[in-house]
């Protein structure tokens, strides 16, 4: 049973655009992790958020924790077909990481 | 090997057929966790290993699942009398304790038709 949810499941945008990918849930989360995940690989991490309200900048991807640690956002500007892949969200939970439902990102030229 | 791992990348068995999956991690992580990620979904937690314990199997999902550390580095999933439902790409991952980088290998693809 997945903990965290994430929203939109499906997103397919033309380049330069700009996107927001969410991550919710319930619980509450010591630290926030982002993956990507591209076709034939194990997720890759991105960014690791631990104060609730810390944001954090990554070139063009913006990632940012709720204040009370049980959610985060990922804002993606002026997206690039090379942003293409599955985005993950993770939380923290006693030594293991509970992952997001996923967001499938199609970036098109 | 620099990275995580995993054996072998591809496996197609039949049901009811038993099926072991190896994971090599990263040398020196003494955590290695195991993952099941089915087509289009997030990965969902299997098992822990710190060292050669097995501190948390609540993931695995029936007793036909065990998972093994023996020597502390080596892990194999083995997965007894397949079902079509076990399909899916299986990640190992591994970490230095308390670290907050895993770092995944790139899975094993099971298909059982």
């Known amino acids: 049973t997945q903990l965290l949810e994430q929203s939109p499941q499906f997103l397919s945008i033309q380049e330069g655009e700009n996107l927001t990918v969410y991550c919710n849930s319930s619980?509450?989360?010591?630290?926030l992790q982002w993956y990507r995940q591209e076709p034939g690989e194990g997720p890759v991490l991105l960014v690791t958020?631990?104060?609730?309200?810390e944001v954090k900048k990554l070139k063009r991807l913006t990632f940012q924790f709720g204040d009370a640690r049980k959610d985060s956002s990922l804002h993606i500007t002026a997206a690039q077909p090379g942003d293409t892949g599955l985005y993950l969200c993770?939380?923290?939970?006693?030594?293991?990481?509970?992952f997001g439902t996923g967001t499938r990102l199609q970036v098109f030229p | 090997g620099a990275g995580v791992s995993q054996s072998p990348r591809y496996k197609v068995a039949k049901r009811g057929q038993d099926v072991a999956l190896r994971c090599d991690p990263i040398?020196?992580?003494?955590?290695l966790f195991w993952y099941q990620q089915a087509l289009g979904q997030g990965p969902e937690f299997l098992t822990y290993?710190?060292?050669?314990?097995?501190?948390?199997k609540s993931g695995l999902p029936s007793d036909r699942f065990f998972a093994e550390r023996p020597e502390g580095s080596v892990s194999t999933l083995k997965i007894q009398r397949t079902q079509q439902e076990d399909s899916a790409v299986y990640l190992c991952?591994?970490?230095?304790?308390?670290?907050?980088?895993?770092?995944f290998g790139e899975g094993s693809w099971l298909t059982v038709v």
């Open positions: 993770a939380g923290e939970n006693t030594d293991k990481l509970i």
């Open positions: 958020v631990v104060t609730g309200g």
């Open positions: 991952a591994s970490s230095f304790p308390g670290g907050n980088t895993i770092y």
């Open positions: 619980s509450v989360f010591s630290s």
């Open positions: 290993f710190q060292n050669e314990a097995q501190l948390d």
């Open positions: 040398s020196g992580h003494v955590s």
